[in-house]
């Protein structure tokens, strides 16, 4: 039997995949206390022992300390590799998450290279490197895939390329590994913050997300309506994410995106 889809059948609507990097202080974490509004109930695995900012609101967490050590529950200490497998579990679709996020993939790129380079002390590089690509790479894709809305945290770095313009991509270990990582998700989202004096010579600090390839970021957005602009000046993700599931334009008469 040919059967073929239709890509007008492909819901807007669906589970986000959604990787945010930015600078410190940019609000990275805070991002979760907008997920719980716009999806109900979410798990965060957190690897920064940061959750400050959402300290009053109720979100259920796992913090990991490892990729895959010591794992012990009844203790309150989790790897990665362990947290995985309780999702894997029914235990985890029967809680009825909306959606997850990790907090963030800059710890997690750090916990697993760690302890490669502990497990292969003196041992081959290439081969570490050659594993830490394999092992992140794999477990961002299966993360991503989860039937469920996913939101990655990231901190964002610096470099020069050959003709020494600074661009920005998300910190993690290794710089092919790193430059990879934004193909995984379907938004690609870059947290900006600028900072003006107001008439009365105060400070006032702005927020923006960026949505695209512009000065330096490497943003990206599925928005087949072509509703986003390059520069959001906006500090809440689901708002976005609302605007290209409804298709309601943010772009004034003339812009192009």
Known sequence: MFKVMSTKEIQQSGPTKVLLYAHHGWG?????????????????????????????????????????????PEKDVY????IVKMIMSSEFKEAGYNWIAL????ELSERLLEQLENEQDGGNSWQIWG?????????????RDLPIHVYVSC?????????????????????????????????????????????????????????????????KARDPRNVLKPFEECDNVTDLLAKMANGSATQKKGETK
Request: proline residues 3%; hydrophobic residues 30%.
């Open 28 to 72: 990275k974490t805070y991002q979760v206390r907008h997920y719980q509004k716009k999806y109900g109930k979410g798990l965060i695995l957190s690897g920064e022992a940061g959750l400050k900012s959402v300290e009053d609101v109720d979100i259920d967490y796992l913090p990991f300390s490892s990729w895959d050590g010591k794992h012990d």
């Open 79 to 82: 790897s990665f590799r362990g």
């Open 103 to 106: 907090d963030s993939l800059t």
């Open 131 to 143: 594993d830490y690509s394999r092992h992140l790479l794999g477990a961002l894709k299966w993360f």
């Open 155 to 219: 901190l964002a770095k610096e470099e020069k390329d050959a003709n020494d313009v600074t661009q920005y991509w998300p910190l993690v270990k290794g710089n092919a590994v790193a430059k990879h990582v934004p193909a995984i998700f379907d938004h690609v989202l870059c947290g900006v913050r600028t900072t003006e004096k107001t008439d009365g010579g105060h400070p006032k600090v702005r927020r923006y997300i960026v949505t695209d390839e512009v000065s330096g970021w490497h943003g």
